[in-house]
């Protein structure tokens, strides 16, 4: 999306070391901050969100980490493990109702 | 409750033919949107609509047409079909743009 930028497009770890995934967006009003999981030839879904009142949100092997003041949130996935292999996507909705998505990252955990 | 269901799966169409896209949620969502989604580059808002009779234009809209008749129904129209238009399409709605979004299973289409 226009306003949202994803790092790193691709991304191998070993299977029990941690991922991180970071976006950054642009629209200061932008207050609901998902992230999306798309596996091969499926539709995204949602794995975790937050939202801009809060700092971090931990859900199991998952947390994502949001600083409004950097303008910036991250994906934090530890243990990882092979069904973790996905493309992930981060999104940020703007002032005028539209939610953009960065260009998603492809992680790869090799056993 | 099916959830976002888009038709069809698989469409081939010519250069030059026009169609339609269905989409249709029974979460009685206010929000509504399409996305393409072409590789390298993530998903490209095309159109959304934040209730009945309202839509607007995302990054990408030269070529489509929307309509937002009912809350449920949320069509994309190709009004006259290009290469370049060769994707996957995706449908999805929710309550607001600050609520999950529910995707639905996606539309590939291939323009000959």
């Known amino acids: 999306g226009e306003n949202v930028e994803q790092h790193p497009s691709t991304l191998s770890v070993q299977e029990g070391d941690s991922a991180v995934i970071k976006c950054t967006y642009s629209?200061?009003?932008?207050?609901?901050f998902p992230w999306y999981k798309q596996e091969l030839g499926k539709r995204p879904q949602l794995i975790i969100d937050?939202?801009?009142?809060?700092g971090e949100k931990k859900d199991q092997r998952i947390a994502v980490t949001l600083n409004k003041t950097a303008k910036h949130f991250s994906l934090h996935i530890t243990e990882t493990q092979p069904e973790d292999s996905a493309v992930y996507f981060c999104?940020?909705?703007?002032?005028?109702?539209?939610?953009?998505f960065g260009k998603g990252t492809s992680l790869l955990v090799t056993p | 409750n099916a959830g976002v269901t888009q038709t069809p799966k698989f469409q081939v169409l010519k250069t030059g033919q026009s169609m339609t896209l269905q989409c249709a949620q029974d979460m009685n969502h206010e929000y509504m949107s399409w996305y393409r989604q072409d590789p390298g580059m993530g998903l490209r808002l095309i159109h959304y609509?934040?209730?009945?009779?309202?839509?607007d234009q995302g990054e990408v809209p030269n070529g489509y047409n929307v309509s937002r008749s009912t809350t449920e129904d949320f069509p994309l129209r190709l009004l006259s079909a290009a290469p370049s238009q060769t994707s996957v399409y995706f449908c999805?709605?929710?309550?607001?743009?600050?609520?999950?979004?529910?995707f639905g299973d996606g539309t590939r289409l291939s323009i000959l």
């Open positions: 609509s934040v209730g009945a009779g309202i839509t």
């Open positions: 999104a940020a909705p703007n002032s005028g109702y539209a939610l953009n």
């Open positions: 999805a709605s929710s309550y607001t743009t600050s609520q999950p979004q529910h």
């Open positions: 937050i939202r801009s009142n809060v």
């Open positions: 629209d200061s009003a932008s207050n609901y």
